[in-house]
């Protein structure tokens, strides 16, 4: 750990004692996720070195951009669109909220029985444990689910943080609502950055975002292949790099990845052997440093495919590259955007089952794993429909309802593997009949 890092996270006022211990148990935690898988792309060098010193290379990036004169912006959900933000000369980042270490902490404002993404994220807070929190001039909320926009109130008492209302359904009315907010939204960023949005920037920006989820594509692309050439455990990682590496840097190193990919495409080369059970997952967002699901999935025998998530193809099926001849259009383009992202928050939303058949057929799947968070409201009430779906269209599925804590691993790798067995048993008996 380099000194250079440490005085920083003392200058950002980071609880090091408890930081230590959070340091120290990341590698264990990913030798224990990533350490067995063979034939890992060379290309996961960089996304592995950018894990590895988490809280240091881009801290500091970000800590000689706002010496620069930058300000850093740090958001919690694909609805907060980095164009604009960019557009107005700040950083985005989005923060972690996905490790059970921070959930005590954040228990201590929070009730016990609400879904560990939401505690995990104000326990960073609260904890003092998280430099991308500490850095950031202003924390972007959003009024998805409810736990979350009351948490977003908690968190405003210890840090600036400004909340983008989102509304609850699609329509026309909802949709004119939604880009008063992001106008608001903007009006906020100029004030806080001094610098005014125009359209030739924002056109540059979106352009920008374009181009990152374009080599995200790529990546999903080449998963549609048997034997698949990336393993469901670094595709995720990918992923979840994308919400705070400096973007163009990211399509670069995303873009070599698909190039190194589409060629093992072309040989036949795979991490898994051809015939390896292929799973979509779909449900909540999987926010670094969650591995668990395609970690028990490929440890017992499967192999990921895609997931139907916000740390998936619910954030790059969206596409930017917003183009217009004035603010107004290009806001409402952006809102257009974004409302095509279906969350669970929104109602109706059968469009996300419609996601998930498509892209079960897509990816060539064998069955669909729905896993939600625990106690998350839209998403486990939302599996109803979906499953009613599915077994409309036949397709296996397995509902787990998991939690950030490994007291659930073992009872999951037992429901894993019966679904596993079975559509091993039931391709069997396909090919028989
Ligand atoms: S657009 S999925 S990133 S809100 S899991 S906190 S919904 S109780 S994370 Fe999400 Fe934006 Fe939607 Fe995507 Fe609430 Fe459920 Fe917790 Fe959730």
Redesign the pocket.
């Known amino acids: 750990m380099s000194e250079e890092n440490r005085k920083l996270w003392q200058e950002l006022g980071i609880n090091m004692e408890m930081h230590d211990q959070l340091i120290a148990a990341l590698p264990g935690m990913f030798a224990g996720a990533f350490g067995k898988l063979k034939n890992r792309p060379e290309g996961m060098k960089y996304f592995n070195m950018v894990v590895g010193d988490i809280h240091g290379i881009r801290v500091h990036e970000l800590a000689g951009k706002k010496k620069a004169g930058s300000k850093v912006v740090a958001t919690?959900?694909?609805?907060v669109p980095e164009d604009l933000t960019w557009s107005a000369g700040a950083e985005q980042i989005g923060l972690c909220g996905g490790a059970h270490f921070t959930v005590p902490a954040g228990e201590e404002h929070l009730p016990a029985n609400l879904?560990p993404?939401?505690k995990s994220s104000l326990g960073f807070k609260v904890a003092r444990v998280c430099p991308y929190t500490q850095i950031s001039d202003l924390i972007v909320g959003?009024t998805?689910?409810d736990?979350?926009k009351k948490m977003f109130e908690i968190l405003g008492t210890m840090q600036p943080t400004y909340t983008i209302v989102l509304p609850p359904a699609k329509d026309k009315a909802s949709r004119d609502l939604f880009v008063q907010k992001l106008k608001e939204y903007k009006d906020k960023l100029e004030s806080l950055t001094g610098k005014k949005v125009t359209v030739e920037i924002l056109t540059e920006k979106s352009r920008i975002l374009e181009e990152k989820k374009k080599a995200m594509r790529r990546i999903e692309n080449v998963r549609k292949n048997d034997p698949a050439p990336i393993s469901g455990l670094d595709a995720l990682l990918v992923n979840q790099v994308s919400f705070y590496d400096d973007p163009v840097r990211f399509a670069q190193m995303t873009n070599q990845l698909a190039d190194e990919l589409e060629q093992r495409v072309k040989k036949g080369d795979g991490v898994y052997p051809k015939g390896t059970p292929r799973l979509l997952v779909s449900g909540?967002?999987q926010a670094i440093p969650f591995w668990k699901i395609p970690e028990i999935v490929e440890k017992t025998g499967g192999v990921v495919v895609a997931e139907e998530?916000?740390v998936g193809t619910?954030y790059t099926s969206t596409k930017a590259g917003q183009t217009g001849q004035d603010l107004d259009k290009l806001l409402a383009g952006i809102a257009d955007r974004l409302l095509e992202?279906h969350?669970?928050?929104f109602t109706p939303n059968s469009e996300r089952a419609d996601d998930i058949v498509r892209l079960f057929k897509e990816y060539k799947a064998n069955g669909v794993i729905l896993s939600?968070?625990q106690?998350?409201?839209?998403?486990t009430v939302e599996s109803k429909l979906i499953e009613n779906r599915l077994r409309k269209e036949k397709i296996p599925f397995l509902r787990l309802d998991v939690d950030y804590s490994a007291e659930d691993a073992g009872q999951l790798k037992t429901r894993v593997q019966a679904f596993l067995e079975m559509l091993k048993y039931s391709g069997r008996k396909n090919e028989r009949d």
Do not use: D, M, Q
């Open positions: 919690f959900c694909v609805y879904c993404l939401i959003e998805t689910c736990g979350k909540t967002p998530s916000c619910r992202t969350c669970a928050c939600n968070l106690f998350c409201g839209p998403y």
